[in-house]
Structure formats: C-alpha cells, structure tokens
C-alpha cells in the first residue's frame, strides 16, 4: 500500500488559497503534504490520529462538520482535554453553536490552518468522517451560487418531504442521489437549482473529476464491531451527563439561540424529545444507537467512492498494524 507521491510545485509551503477564477478555488499544494484520516463515526480516528501527529510532528485539522461547534463536546464525540493537550488542533469548538457553518468557509479555514502547520515545518493531518469536507478540500469548490438567506428562510419552513417532492421534480438525479434524511443537503439542493436555473446535479458532476494527488486512508471495521462500539459510544454519553449538555445549549448562551447548522447534529432531536417527555431515556439512547449505525453506513458508502482513500482495517486487538501502514505510507510519499 503506498500514497501516491508528492510534486511540490514552485508555490511551495506558501500556497495561496485564492480562487483562480469566480468561485472557483484552486486546490493548492499543501494538501498533497497533508496526511487524510478518515472513516465512520466510532471507527477510531481519534485516538489513531493522536498516535500519527506524536510520530510525525503533526498537528491535527478536524475534518468533522460539528466538532467545529462550541459545545456539545460529549454530543459530537469531541477530543477530550487530554487529547487536546497531548497534540495541537484546529476547528475545534470554534463556532458559535447559533452560526452557520459552510463547506466554503469551513475549507478557507481548513486550508489556512495547513497552511501555517507547514510553514512551521509540521505535518497537517485531518481527520473526522465528513465526507463533503474532504471533497471540498482535495477537488476544489464549483460555480454553484452562494446561499440566499431569503429563499432559504422559504425552503426551511416547509416539511422535508415537501422539499424532496419539489427536488424529484426539479432534479431527478439529485433526488435519487442525495441523502434524503440530511434536510440541510436537500434544502441546498433545492437553492442551488432555483437559484442558478440548472440542477443541482449538474454542479456534482462537475465536482466529480479526479481528486488531486493527496494521501489518504479510510479505516474500517467488521459491521458488527463497529455496532458494538457505537453502542457503547452512545450509553457512555449518556452516562457522562449528554442530557445536561443538550439542555444547557438549548437554552442559549450569549450568540443566541442555536442556529440550523447546528441544530442537525445527530442525536439531538432525540434528546430533545426525551428533554421534552415525549420519550424515555432508554428509548432515546436506541433511537440515538440506531441512527448513528445508518450514518455511518452512509459515510462508508461516501468514502468507498473516493478513489484516493487506501482501505486500512484495524484489528480488534489494537490500532499497531493500521499505524504501521499508513506511517510507512505516508513517508514514502514525501521521499
């Protein structure tokens, strides 16, 4: 297993993040130094992550669309303080929990923090399981419009089977591709075709040529493990007080209340609900359980599209053999 190697062109450690034409963004080279770590929830990346930034002299970039709220720590299965202080990270609980976060914004930002770890001389390395993001980063940003808070504020207010009614029409394709329980992918969907005049899909096929060159591994599990390992995820959680955390961000901090983006993080509409008196503890936690199996079988089936990505199974006894790997990889991709 090798990555593929590394062609510094002449923009070197400095590259700009710049557009090369109107909401075009050119993918700069840095990303063909940074080592990608990637997999369903569960799977591992955290404390597989922490093991590479110690032996590489790295510094980690979380490449998960709601580790960059600030708080919901045990909700969105943050870096504890430890992990935090035995390696730097980056776009971790930085976002107020009422602001919108973009892919657009969330790759300036990405690219900017690789950027500075390799001018230090150190080695970016994201990890996280958001699919959109990794896309985002190593194939660059098409011409799709940007959102309009007006038409969105429209969209919103209608029930997702609403909206995915109006997708099928508009956008075939979109609609028998798109995530159809995700209601901030279908509610884009909709604004761009409405927006631009032309489907959605049409912007994803587009988005669909060849990655640049960058180093990348997906770690995977046996199904039933992975399942075993959810589960224990989510009784911890709950064990270590998630219902507080929930109730304490609901009510708002100082940013206000919590906005859209955030509201989609997994498992909060079921503890809401429990908050509520609609369910039980018990009855959340499988809620939360079985929701979380789905999106991670949805995140396998993105990530298994990603021709970049070498496959690395982690054994039940220990993540040694997948480190070995992807170190041995990743070293002679620089060399």
């Not at 062109?9 to 993918?27: Q, R």
């Not at 919901?72 to 430890?82: E, G």
């Not at 657009?104 to 001018?119: G, S």
């Not at 509201?263 to 509409?269: E, Y």
Request: overall charge neutral; charged content about 25%; hydrophobic content about 40%.
């Amino acid at each position: 297993m090798s990555c593929p190697p590394t062609e510094i062109p002449p923009d070197g450690p400095t590259a700009s993040i710049a557009p090369t034409a109107p909401n075009k963004a050119k993918v700069p080279s840095v990303v063909a130094r940074s080592l990608f770590l990637v997999g369903p929830t569960a799977v591992g990346k955290t404390e597989l992550s922490l093991r590479l930034a110690e032996a590489l002299g790295g510094e980690i970039i979380n490449l998960d669309a709601f580790q960059v709220y600030r708080g919901l720590d045990l909700l969105t299965a943050k870096p504890d303080a430890d992990a935090l202080a035995r390696v730097p990270h980056h776009l971790v609980g930085t976002v107020p929990l009422a602001t919108a976060y973009s892919v657009a914004r969330y790759r300036e930002e990405a690219l900017e923090a690789a950027l500075a770890i390799d001018r230090r001389g150190r080695v970016p390395i994201f990890s996280g399981g958001t699919g959109l993001y990794l896309r985002a980063l190593t194939r660059g940003l098409g011409d799709a419009p940007p959102g309009n808070p007006a038409l969105r504020q429209e969209l919103a207010s209608q029930p997702l089977a609403a909206l995915l009614a109006r997708l099928d029409t508009l956008d075939p394709e979109s609609g028998r591709t798109i995530d159809r329980q995700n209601p901030r992918r279908v509610l884009r969907a909709l604004e761009v075709t409405l927006l631009s005049g032309r489907p959605f899909s049409s912007f994803r096929q587009e988005w669909e040529a060849a990655p640049v060159p960058f180093c990348g591994f997906l770690l995977e599990r046996p199904r039933e493990e992975l399942h075993a390992r959810i589960a224990r995820r989510t009784e911890a959680m709950f064990a270590q007080g998630v219902v507080e955390e929930v109730a304490q961000a609901l009510a708002g901090d100082a940013s206000g209340p919590m906005g859209e983006t955030a509201s989609q993080v997994l498992g909060l509409a079921e503890i809401k609900a429990h908050l509520e008196g609609k369910i039980t503890r018990h009855e959340a936690i499988d809620a939360i359980t079985r929701a979380t199996r789905q999106y991670a079988k949805r995140q396998l089936t993105w990530f298994r599209r990603e021709p970049m990505l070498k496959h690395v199974p982690i054994a039940t006894d220990g993540t040694d053999a997948a480190f070995t790997v992807i170190i041995q990889a990743f070293r002679a991709s620089l060399s």
